[in-house]
């Protein structure tokens, strides 16, 4: 039997460090925010639709995500609008790989909104990815672009990270060295090959 397990974490928590240590261990791992950039990229099967609904925020390499962003942030009813669009699309991309994956005995959803969107209820486990406040403010704020409005208005539509925690089965600390995250995620798969095995 397939576990299924979704890994979540706020902005600048290490998620994708933390993925890419569960790939590195064999495990399939499905990247959400992958799939929106394939969606909305160059011949994207969601850029007409995006382009319809938030005319100017698309060109030819797609979508343009830096005017998306500027259209609906801090918009609740267009965000409303966007996610309409996009969560589906998702829906049906993860769905594609689970059946491309089945026989593997865990496979990694990685989706950033996995609390937020409802997912939750789609997976067997929940792992949350997480760091000091502190750390995760500098990490996010050295990215290109971001600035600490910007980041506040990010975190509002993240469920605060001490619930993430609260909610998981297993939670993967990010602000020690690499060598103690993998270890932790050796050892959730360790105990979740156990129960697939039962």
Do not use: Y
């Not at 394939?38 to 319809?52: K, M, N, Y």
């Not at 209820?121 to 910007?150: F, H, I, Y």
């Not at 297993?170 to 103690?180: A, H, N």
Request: overall charge negative; hydrophobic content about 45%.
């Amino acid at each position: 039997m397939t576990l299924l397990v979704g890994l979540t974490g706020s902005i600048g928590m290490g998620k994708s460090t933390v993925a890419k240590m569960f790939a590195e261990e064999g495990v399939p791992v499905f990247d959400a925010d992958a799939a929106v950039h394939r969606l909305q990229g160059p011949d994207g099967a969601l850029v007409a639709e995006i382009e319809a609904h938030f005319p100017g925020t698309t060109g030819p390499e797609g979508v343009n995500r830096g005017a998306l962003a500027e259209r609906v942030l801090g918009e609740p009813e267009q965000l409303r609008r966007l996610e309409a669009l996009i969560h589906p699309a998702v829906a049906r991309a993860r769905r594609e790989f689970i059946a491309a994956h089945d026989g593997a005995p865990v496979i990694l959803l990685d989706i950033p909104l996995l609390f937020e969107a409802g997912g939750v209820n789609e997976v067997d486990k929940v792992a949350v990815v997480s760091a000091a406040s502190a750390v995760q403010r500098e990490r996010v704020l050295a990215r290109p672009g971001m600035t600490p409005e910007k980041f506040e208005k990010i975190l509002a539509r993240q469920l605060p990270d001490a619930e993430k925690r609260a909610r998981a089965d297993f939670v993967i600390p990010t602000d020690v060295s690499l060598e103690e995250t993998r270890a932790s995620v050796r050892r959730i798969l360790a105990c979740l090959n156990g129960q697939g095995d039962s």
